[in-house]
């Protein structure tokens, strides 16, 4: 068993998300005795700077560890029950670290969008986690909590309202304030690379059921072109998250024993409105994204992000609409109170970490999706915590 002198380590607190988790912690649980944490980095000095300018206790403890030094990374984990990680990209500097806890016992869980890794890792450490009794949670900030939840809501809506959850849902981003993360465009030109390098990585790349290893379920949308969507009487556009989030749900209706069933079929593409307008619309989005895939626009470093004004005055509002064979439909929405990236995603992970140690601690070993670990308890402690909501609409 893993040791309980720490129930969470921020492993890459000195990082900008790393420091944001830390200060949350901080800020949210100051107050909470039977909470025990602690920041590590490679830097003490670099640690112990963040720990005064978050205004965390003199005497949180900051622990030296290094991706590059297994050993260090090894130590760390014999000293905590669980592991949060916001160093990526995850392909990068992710792998010991994954191991050391899969091997340990102790739960880890990250921010990784980066689906092939993913893989690598589920095929690699799986086996180990649940003979250790780790239990390890890819994807447990903007990519992709508040889209399995939302999938996950709305069908339970679909249960109560139709008598069955249904084989179709699409989201639809309707409004999204803020930017994503440097470290979100550091992976994405990572995996490109990795790619370029292993071009039989390509169809793994393309492949909607990669997390589902033994799985293949029908085809499904490719969501790559502007779109109109008659069900919303609205263009659309490809959304640039769609190819971890979509891959996410389909791991947890796998993880979850199928409740979606065996045919199920799912997108994300964002809002753009109606006739020639939101047309024209969709295709700036697409110009858009063809920039940011070629590093054209300019956006945040991985360590950079955007000020604390700009966190707390983003936002996010996805819809998600269950559609029955018969054409009836149930919508449900989630929205976030902070920008997707960072301000959203800091408070996720955190009350994800809390939520497996306190209210789940039954969940067994294994490689998780959060959605599908903690269900229920994960949507009502977002909702009492981190500014998310929940609704199904008329």
């Known amino acids: 068993m893993p040791s309980s002198k720490f129930d969470i380590i921020v492993y890459g607190a000195t990082g900008f998300t790393g420091q944001l988790v830390a200060e949350y912690l901080a800020a949210q649980y100051k107050a909470d005795s039977g909470l025990k944490w602690a920041m590590a980095g490679r830097s003490r000095d670099k640690l112990a700077a963040v720990r005064d300018a978050i205004g965390a206790p003199s005497d949180t403890a900051l622990i030296v560890a290094d991706g590059g030094d297994p050993a260090s990374l090894q130590a760390m984990v014999a000293q905590t029950r669980s592991v949060i990680s916001t160093v990526g990209p995850y392909q990068l500097y992710g792998s010991d670290l994954v191991a050391a806890c899969a091997a340990s016992g102790t739960d880890y869980l990250d921010l990784c969008g980066e689906p092939l890794w993913m893989r690598q890792m589920i095929d690699a450490h799986e086996a180990a986690a649940k003979s250790s009794g780790a239990r390890i949670l890819f994807s447990c900030g903007f990519d992709s909590i508040p889209f399995e939840l939302g999938v996950y809501f709305v069908q339970q809506a679909a249960k109560q309202t139709l008598g069955a959850p249904v084989s179709r849902v699409k989201t639809r981003v309707r409004d999204m304030k803020g930017t994503f993360s440097g470290g979100t465009a550091a992976s994405a030109r990572a995996t490109f690379a990795a790619v370029a390098k292993d071009l039989s990585l390509v169809s793994m790349v393309q492949d909607p059921f990669v997390l589902t290893p033994g799985f293949d379920g029908p085809k499904q949308p490719r969501g790559n072109k502007p779109l109109m969507d008659e069900d919303l009487g609205s263009w659309t556009a490809p ?89 009836r439909q149930v919508r449900a929405a989630v929205k976030g109170d902070r920008d997707p990236g960072y301000g959203s995603t800091s408070k996720m992970i955190s009350e994800c970490a809390i939520c497996l140690l306190r209210d789940a601690p039954d969940v067994p070993a294994g490689i998780w999706t959060p959605g599908a670990a903690m269900g229920d308890k994960l949507i009502k402690r977002l909702v009492d915590h981190a500014g998310l909501t929940f609704a199904v609409e008329k």
Request: hydrophobic content about 35%; aromatic content about 8%; charged content about 25%.
């Open 239 to 327: 959304f640039v998250m769609a190819s971890i989030n979509t891959r996410n749900v389909h791991r947890s209706n796998m993880l979850m024993g199928f409740p979606y069933g065996k045919d199920f079929v799912y997108d994300e593409m964002i809002l753009t409105g109606p006739g020639e307008q939101g047309e024209a619309n969709a295709k700036k989005v697409v110009a858009a994204v063809n920039a940011e895939r070629l590093g054209a626009s300019g956006g945040p470093k991985p360590g950079e992000g955007p000020s604390r004004e700009e966190r707390e005055n983003g936002l996010y509002d996805l819809l998600f609409v269950a559609i029955a064979p018969d054409g």
